[in-house]
């Protein structure tokens, strides 16, 4: 497990196995500066899988979800711990065995598998103001966002908490969680109270900080074309069959004058 200052008052602590001293004294591994804290304020045990928290001094107040701790008591991932004023949040630590090492076949390099292309992260954000204007960043699983470099989103800004926002995929788009920064997480202009989800095209906010959530795989659709009737085309014959009649009317003409000179008609 390790704990989460959302504030920034410390960077996140790993707790290994054995003792961590939290106070204002040279020799706490984590040290507070900070009104209300003691000296030696209390100690965080931890012993394989199992983490107690132990006040140290009874002046000192220290608090999990919300009722003061007076004697050693276990702490679980999701608990909140108060040391005075300073707040913190414990969160379980993501363990990823290491891939496994790839032997060479015997006859070559080739094992006659077929290379797996990867797929495209199903969302994007793409920045849009500040300091990640024209960035993208691909939203696989789940990722925070903040100014940390333990972060997987980094925006090195003071406007931004150092753990300000967790995105999680879901099957129906982006599962958005504030991480009790100062300045506030939005989508598109609502501030983020708890968890809210977030489709492609909405807009996430981190103070002045905009991204756009977008997915990969929607393809533009191309305005649909206007189709224009032709223009019928002239009848091939058209001009001949003009010149036929004009000279049977001639012709016809000059019959008739023959026959009305020899007195005929």
Same mark, same amino acid.
């Given at each position: 497990?390790?704990?989460?200052?959302?504030?920034?008052?410390?960077?996140?602590?790993?707790?290994?196995? $054995?003792?961590?001293? #939290? +106070?204002?004294?040279? *020799? %706490?591994?984590?040290?507070?500066?900070?009104?209300? /804290?003691?000296?030696? !304020?209390?100690?965080?045990?931890?012993?394989?899988?199992?983490?107690?928290?132990?006040?140290?001094?009874?002046?000192?107040?220290?608090?999990?979800?919300?009722?003061?701790?007076?004697?050693?008591?276990?702490?679980?991932?999701?608990?909140?711990?108060?040391?005075?004023?300073?707040?913190?949040?414990?969160?379980?630590?993501?363990?990823?065995?290491?891939?496994?090492?790839?032997?060479?076949?015997?006859?070559?390099?080739?094992?006659?598998?077929?290379?797996?292309?990867?797929?495209?992260?199903?969302?994007?954000?793409?920045?849009?103001?500040?300091?990640?204007?024209?960035?993208?960043?691909?939203?696989? $699983?789940?990722?925070? #966002? +903040?100014?940390?470099? *333990? %972060?997987?989103?980094?925006?090195?800004?003071?406007? /931004?908490?150092?753990? !300000?926002?967790?995105?999680?995929?879901?099957?129906?788009?982006?599962?958005?969680?504030?991480?009790?920064?100062?300045?506030?997480?939005?989508?598109?202009?609502?501030?983020?109270?708890?968890?809210?989800?977030?489709?492609?095209?909405?807009?996430?906010?981190?103070?002045?900080?905009?991204?756009?959530?977008?997915?990969?795989?929607?393809?533009?659709?191309?305005?649909?074309?206007?189709?224009?009737?032709?223009?019928?085309?002239?009848?091939?014959?058209?001009?001949?069959?003009?010149?036929?009649?004009?000279?049977?009317?001639?012709?016809?003409?000059?019959?008739?004058?023959?026959?009305?000179?020899?007195?005929?008609?």
């Amino acid at each position: 497990m390790k704990l989460l200052f959302p504030n920034g008052e410390h960077e996140p602590m790993e707790l290994a196995d $054995g003792e961590v001293l #939290v +106070g204002t004294a040279a *020799e %706490c591994q984590l040290m507070l500066a900070a009104p209300g /804290i003691a000296a030696r !304020h209390c100690a965080l045990r931890t012993r394989g899988e199992q983490t107690v928290v132990q006040p140290l001094d009874a002046q000192a107040v220290t608090v999990l979800n919300g009722k003061q701790v007076t004697a050693e008591t276990p702490i679980k991932p999701g608990d909140l711990l108060l040391f005075a004023k300073v707040g913190c949040r414990v969160v379980a630590m993501e363990r990823t065995p290491p891939p496994p090492v790839r032997k060479p076949a015997a006859g070559g390099d080739d094992e006659g598998r077929t290379r797996v292309r990867m797929a495209l992260p199903k969302f994007i954000l793409r920045g849009v103001s500040g300091p990640t204007f024209g960035k993208t960043y691909a939203v696989v $699983g789940a990722i925070t #966002v +903040g100014r940390s470099s *333990e %972060c997987d989103v980094c925006i090195p800004t003071d406007e /931004i908490s150092r753990h !300000h926002a967790k995105l999680q995929v879901v099957p129906d788009g982006v599962m958005v969680e504030d991480l009790g920064s100062a300045n506030g997480t939005f989508v598109n202009d609502q501030r983020v109270h708890g968890s809210v989800l977030m489709k492609a095209g909405d807009e996430l906010r981190l103070d002045t900080v905009r991204f756009m959530l977008v997915s990969p795989t929607m393809e533009a659709q191309p305005p649909a074309a206007t189709s224009k009737a032709p223009e019928p085309a002239p009848a091939a014959g058209t001009g001949a069959a003009l010149w036929i009649v004009a000279a049977l009317v001639v012709l016809g003409v000059i019959v008739l004058g023959l026959l009305r000179y020899l007195g005929k008609i």
